[in-house]
């Protein structure tokens, strides 16, 4: 299959779709990969890495696009990428369809098979694309939580995890799944009180 790998265009978004270490899987199982140039600077990685690894760097998007049965990215299509899509291409990402009203009309008008990496499911029920973008959303609020109680953010000068003398920090977290425990387990790292309700009508809420 010829796989393609473009540049995110998202405001602040820096990840890549694919590693060099993925584009070397890809190849070495009888792939074909095309990775636009830059597309990895974001995440540190150079053109030269890529092309290492067996990738072909194409100028632009639109030359990936145009060459890609199926597109690998990290965030959805904007606007400007809808044009590039083709009848019978497969786009794998995060989508999010249910907030992308017009995306998903431009999906189904241009006949592109698309898979949601938030919906792909494992036999236990487990979302094992999800889960990691979950993991890393719990973890960077705690941080960026913090950062909003210093009083230069405007906050009331709250150190989370407190000092000697100084009482550290109280925090309510609501729910216990993915996204809620990975933020308890930094803050409470951090020493600070943390309260999480969960629904125990919830099983794997109850499991974490």
């Known amino acids: 299959m010829k796989v393609g790998v473009v540049k995110e265009i998202k405001p602040y978004e820096n990840r890549v779709a694919l590693t060099p270490a993925g584009v070397k899987a890809l190849v070495g199982a009888g792939h074909t ?13 150079t053109d030269d890495e890529y092309r290492a690894t ?24 904007l606007p400007p990428e809808y044009p590039l899509l083709r009848e019978g291409q497969i786009l794998f990402t995060y989508l999010h369809l249910a907030a992308e009203s017009e995306l998903t009309r431009v999906l189904m008008d241009r006949k592109v098979a ?15 694309l999800l ?12 941080q960026i939580g913090a950062r909003f109680l210093e009083k230069p953010q405007g906050g009331r000068g709250v150190l989370l995890g407190g000092v000697p003398g100084v009482a550290p920090g109280r925090g309510g977290i609501i729910g216990g799944g993915t996204v809620g425990t990975n933020a308890a387990r930094i ?19 109850n499991k974490t």
């Open 187 to 205: 803050a409470v790292g951090l020493g600070a009180h943390v309260t999480i309700p969960v629904s125990y009508t919830n099983p794997q809420a």
């Open 131 to 142: 889960t990691p973008m979950s993991e890393v959303a719990g973890r960077m609020a705690v």
């Open 33 to 45: 990969v095309y990775v636009e140039a830059g597309a990895g600077l974001g995440s540190g990685f």
């Open 54 to 77: 067996g990738a072909q760097i194409l100028p632009s998007a639109a030359d990936v696009f145009a060459a890609a049965e199926m597109i690998l990215k990290v965030k959805e299509p």
């Open 114 to 128: 698309a898979i949601a990496y938030e919906t792909v499911q494992l036999a236990d029920g487990s979302l094992p």
